[in-house]
């Protein structure tokens, strides 16, 4: 409708689905990674951070994101765009730092993670 649009996307760009029966998805990230790359996305009732390679294979990257004890009564709830009432406690935000780690920010837990290239935790901020 806007042709500034088509700067951007396309006119012919064609849509792909990039994964079914996710709950509510957040924080989409392009790594780049040699020649290609993958995208990340958060399910935030899930609670994991999916992986999707750039031929199109999906997987789990990162599980349990809020490691609080009781689940139950963290993050909050809302309504998914089925009607169902969900808990959210996922991570809902994405970014890498300047040396390419992934930074998670999880509302449920509070925290400003990041994930070090060994697979380890770091807490950022807490609570902040």
């Not at 809020?66 to 809902?92: R, W």
Request: glycine share 10%.
């Amino acid at each position: 409708m806007d042709p500034a649009l088509d700067a951007i996307i396309a006119p012919d760009a064609k849509l792909d689905t990039v994964a079914d029966h996710i709950g509510i998805s957040e924080g989409p990230l392009w790594v780049s990674e040699g020649t290609g790359g993958y995208l990340l996305f958060s399910d935030l009732t899930a609670d994991r951070i999916y992986k999707r390679s750039a031929n199109g294979a999906l997987s789990v990257f990162l599980d349990k994101i809020y490691d609080g004890p009781d689940f139950l009564n963290a993050g909050q709830q809302t309504v998914s765009s089925g009607g169902m009432a969900v808990i959210i406690i996922g991570s809902n935000g994405l970014t890498l730092d300047p040396q390419g780690r992934v930074v998670i920010c999880s509302d449920a837990a509070r925290k400003l993670i990041r994930l070090e290239k060994d697979g380890k935790r770091t807490v950022l901020a807490d609570r902040f």
